[in-house]
């Protein structure tokens, strides 16, 4: 069975640029999550759907993220513009129901 | 809101002995605390589970042990390997399904 996968797995962009990232949850997995962690650092919940709905959103910086899960499958997070501090990894993570949460291998961006 | 303490930040054990790392949390409503293994460049990855309406459970060389009363609960990994090295993430969450991660522990098992 395939796991969470993600893209692109790292990204460098100048400040004040867009970036985006995508988002494959596992097959059947309805619950789907994007966590910030930064160096040394445990993840930090962002943004949790429930199918296509946003049901916690409390913790996205809304002046600069957006986050949308069409059709209650891929997902895909957006920072516009970027800040130096946004450097960081970021995780997403699907589950059936509130099962047991299985992260992808994260995108590592850079922001220069 | 919860909050979740790990300690320690680092350890270092010779292959073969044991680690134990602990976690502490606040919100007494928790009720589920998984703990995750994330090697370099890679996705944390859950290595074992536990339920407040358990006080310990073992898979092999991994046991997590829970105290509901004193709010804490501790990873213990025996005959450490050096294929153990990786940093652990405790966590906590209640019925809300959010989970509030520890700070990590980088294990490092020498040979």
């Known amino acids: 069975e395939a796991g969470v996968v993600q893209s692109p797995r790292y990204k460098i962009i100048e400040k004040k640029q867009p970036v985006a990232f995508w988002c494959n949850p596992i097959?059947?997995?309805?619950?789907l999550y994007w966590y910030l962690q930064n160096l040394g650092q445990g993840p930090e919940l962002l943004i949790r759907?429930?199918?296509?709905?946003?049901?916690?959103d409390s913790q996205l910086p809304k002046d600069r993220f957006s986050a949308e899960r069409l059709k209650g499958v891929d997902s895909t997070l957006k920072i516009q513009p970027a800040e130096l501090g946004d450097s960081a990894v970021y995780l997403c993570?699907?589950?059936?129901?509130?099962?047991?949460?299985?992260f992808g291998p994260g995108t590592r961006l850079t922001v220069l | 809101g919860e909050n979740v303490e790990q300690h320690p930040s680092t350890l270092s054990v010779q292959e073969g002995d044991s680690a134990v790392i602990k976690c502490t949390y606040s919100?007494?409503?928790?009720?589920?605390f998984p703990w995750y293994k994330q090697e370099l460049g890679k996705g944390p990855q859950l290595i074992i589970d536990?339920?407040?309406?358990?006080g310990e459970k073992k898979d092999q060389r991994i046991a997590v042990t829970l105290n509901k009363t004193a709010k804490h609960f501790s990873l213990h990994i025996t005959e450490t390997q050096p294929e153990d090295s990786a940093v652990y993430f405790c966590?906590?969450?209640?019925?809300?399904?959010?989970?509030?991660f520890g700070t990590g522990t980088r294990l490092q098992v020498f040979p």
């Open positions: 919100d007494s409503a928790s009720n589920y």
């Open positions: 966590a906590a969450t209640s019925d809300t399904d959010k989970l509030i």
């Open positions: 097959s059947g997995h309805n619950t």
């Open positions: 759907y429930e199918n296509e709905e946003a049901v916690d």
């Open positions: 993570a699907s589950s059936f129901g509130t099962d047991t949460q299985y």
């Open positions: 536990i339920r407040s309406n358990v």
